[in-house]
């Protein structure tokens, strides 16, 4: 009984620690990601462009891919995957939830796709993504589908609702409680009024 008991919390200790190191492995690269999409330079070599132009990425040649990547197929709603990310790994070690990750991932997918619709529809105009646009080829191709008719129908609410449901997702991909931030806020009230 003592040789199985041991088995067991040892087998728990180390799936335990395999799961804080996928967690912290996700925040290291999600902010490794984030470096790269915030020093993105369109000219720096990439899927179009010829490879002997100097790099000004921060992380070389591979965050000069990886930022291309993500700008030219999300466009600008991108920046907030390394932010999904990085709260996903501190839930995931805090937690100890490996499955947190995939969660995260389904509604980072979501969001990154009515994201890239909102900004290919309304703020089309690209200043440094010149090749799709704010809203990436993923916001070209839906902006061609039936989407474009619904959104047409009524601009206003359209951009309010696409803009609730981006931020509404991205909630739930951090995995954000609502309960616990009206408590904090509450808790913060009732202090300053006492």
């Not at 009524?154 to 951009?159: K, L, M």
């Not at 931020?167 to 913060?188: A, E, G, M, P, V």
């Given at each position: 009984m ?13 799936i ?91 509604y ?18 690209a200043?440094?993504?010149y090749v ?20 047409s129908?009524?601009?206003?609410i ?36 006492i």
């Amino acid at each position: 009984m003592e040789i199985k008991k041991l088995a067991n919390s040892v087998l728990n200790f180390v799936i335990n620690r395999v799961i804080e190191i996928t967690g912290i492995s996700i925040v290291i690269i999600s902010v490794l990601l984030l470096v790269s999409l915030i020093s993105f330079n369109p000219s720096d070599p990439n899927f179009i462009f010829p490879e002997n132009t100097q790099i000004k990425n921060l992380l070389g040649f591979r965050g000069s891919f990886t930022a291309d990547f993500f700008f030219q197929s999300f466009g600008l709603v991108a920046l907030l995957v390394p932010f999904s990310f990085t709260m996903t790994g501190i839930n995931i070690v805090l937690q100890k939830k490996i499955f947190l990750f995939i969660e995260s991932f389904f509604y980072t997918i979501l969001y990154l796709l009515f994201g890239s619709l909102f900004f290919s529809f309304f703020y089309p105009s690209a200043f440094k993504l010149y090749v799709y646009g704010n809203g990436g080829f993923i916001g070209k191709y839906l902006e061609s589908t039936f989407l474009n008719t619904l959104i047409s129908t009524n601009f206003q609410i359209s951009y309010y609702f696409l803009l609730l449901i981006v931020l509404f997702l991205f909630l739930i991909s951090i995995q954000f409680k609502f309960i616990l931030f009206y408590n904090f806020i509450k808790k913060i009230f009732k202090g300053l009024f006492i």
